[in-house]
């Protein structure tokens, strides 16, 4: 049997108290798209999916006095890693991880391994956190506030052989929608974003193999 202490489910209960399923999704909405007159969602929400040897379990963490819902989210799995035994972990985040978030999966990811658990995890977001898109080229928005740490953590995560690090498609909107009870939806902005993402992710490659060569 799958058990996770009363009080670790309390905690997970109480970082959403008081967030509804409409306003959690609205976040998710609002954190994708380009940002005209500085309008970027401040919220952040971690919807994460455990699949486990019977029926699957869902949590739900924002950010609040503790840390990143991000952060809060590790925390408690790595607490409740042998209670749950997880064949597989889906992240749904409105907002790409951290620099600092991004060392934190990186670090559960290496936990895992070392404790030689079978666990796929994948990480999921809507929309890229204080990164500038090349799509923002031209375009009168605010989306332009590039730190480089987040894009070279992020860098980092998504080539680790143990995380699956993607954007939103279609059919995560179905799963959140089943996990929230609400619904929602644009394939426009997700398709836009992917290409973001894949452009900057090469971009970093590129960037790498020119430092290999001009040490060399």
């Given at each position: 049997?799958?058990?996770?202490?009363?009080?670790?489910?309390?905690?997970?209960?109480?970082?959403?108290?008081?967030?509804?399923?409409?306003?959690?999704?609205?976040?998710?909405?609002?954190?994708?798209?380009?940002?005209?007159?500085?309008?970027?969602?401040?919220?952040?929400?971690?919807?994460?999916?455990c699949?486990?040897?019977?029926?699957?379990?869902?949590?739900?963490?924002?950010?609040?006095q503790?840390?990143?819902a991000?952060?809060?989210?590790?925390?408690?799995?790595?607490?409740?890693?042998?209670?749950?035994?997880?064949?597989?972990?889906?992240?749904?985040?409105?907002?790409?991880?951290?620099?600092?978030?991004?060392?934190?999966?990186l670090?559960?990811?290496?936990?895992?391994?070392?404790?030689?658990?079978?666990?796929?995890?994948?990480?999921?977001?809507?929309?890229?956190?204080e990164i500038?898109r090349?799509?923002?080229?031209?375009?009168?928005?605010?989306?332009?506030?590039?730190?480089?740490?987040?894009?070279?953590?992020?860098?980092?995560?998504?080539?680790?052989?143990?995380?699956?690090?993607?954007?939103?498609?279609?059919?995560?909107?179905?799963?959140?929608?089943?996990?929230?009870?609400?619904?929602?939806?644009?394939?426009?902005?997700?398709?836009?974003?992917?290409?973001?993402?894949?452009?900057?992710?090469?971009?970093?490659?590129?960037?790498k193999?020119?430092?290999?060569?001009?040490?060399?």
């Open positions: 049997m799958n058990s996770v202490s009363a009080a670790d489910t309390a905690m997970a209960m109480h970082s959403v108290l008081f967030e509804s399923a409409t306003d959690i999704m609205d976040t998710f909405e609002r954190s994708g798209p380009h940002f005209p007159d500085r309008n970027w969602p401040t919220d952040s929400y971690c919807v994460f999916k699949t486990l040897e019977k029926l699957p379990r869902s949590f739900i963490f924002t950010d609040n503790d840390g990143h991000e952060e809060q989210a590790v925390n408690f799995l790595a607490k409740n890693i042998k209670s749950l035994k997880p064949q597989k972990i889906r992240f749904y985040l409105n907002w790409s991880p951290c620099a600092r978030c991004c060392s934190l999966f670090n559960f990811s290496r936990i895992i391994t070392e404790k030689k658990l079978s666990i796929d995890l994948e990480i999921v977001f809507r929309g890229l956190y500038s090349p799509s923002c080229k031209g375009l009168p928005c605010d989306c332009a506030v590039r730190k480089p740490e987040h894009v070279q953590k992020l860098h980092a995560l998504w080539r680790c052989e143990h995380v699956t690090v993607r954007t939103f498609i279609e059919e995560d909107w179905k799963t959140l929608v089943q996990l929230l009870h609400n619904n929602a939806a644009t394939k426009h902005d997700d398709a836009l974003l992917r290409r973001d993402f894949e452009q900057l992710m090469t971009e970093q490659e590129n960037k193999r020119d430092e290999k060569k001009n040490k060399n």
